[in-house]
């Protein structure tokens, strides 16, 4: 028995096939990355400056910094809507100096305070977001993570200044 209606190479798949028809002069109104809330470059830094500094601060705070702050980064790339674009930008404006978790704390908290309070002016439902973005990245952080006393107190500490 011979296959003849079988072709005789695999994988090249044409993908015009999935395109959708177009009329001549039919345009299509479509806006890429389109933002609600309109952000200065300051309060980008300090939207990123908090979500990173949580996750650091999380990881700095474990046994398994790498981990942690590998399952928490992840996370935060997930984000959507406002806070995702910001998040997923990529710059070097993210400013934590800091050698203890201490110092890296007195930035990261009022960081997370700051931009609830400007994304809570600006659009509650992006702050919401922010708000459930971060939680997901301090649980996706912890799962990776022995539970242990300083990384619930950490966790704790990041979750009251989101709520502050």
Do not use: C, W
């Not at 309060?43 to 474990?62: E, M």
């Not at 702050?69 to 930008?89: D, I």
């Not at 110092?103 to 659009?123: F, K, R, Y």
């Not at 006393?149 to 704790?156: D, F, M, S, V, Y």
């Amino acid at each position: 028995m011979t296959r003849t209606n079988r072709p005789r190479y695999r994988g090249a798949l044409t993908l015009t096939a999935f395109r959708p028809r177009q009329k001549p002069g039919n345009t299509t109104d479509f806006k890429e990355n389109t933002m609600s809330v309109t952000l200065t470059d300051q309060n980008k830094a300090t939207l990123r400056t908090a979500a990173y500094g949580a996750v650091s601060l999380l990881a700095a705070a474990s046994g398994a910094p790498h981990k942690a702050a590998t399952a928490g980064t992840a996370a935060l790339y997930s984000a959507t809507g406002t806070v995702g674009h910001v998040l997923a930008a990529k710059s070097k404006d993210i400013k934590l100096d800091g050698k203890t978790v201490a110092e890296l704390a007195d930035q990261v908290l009022p960081a997370l305070t700051e931009s609830m309070h400007l994304l809570g002016q600006l659009d509650p439902a992006e702050a919401e977001n922010f708000r459930g973005t971060i939680r997901t990245a301090i649980e996706a952080a912890t799962a990776e993570i022995e539970p242990s006393p300083t990384a619930t107190q950490i966790a704790g500490k990041i979750t009251a200044a989101l709520s502050a």
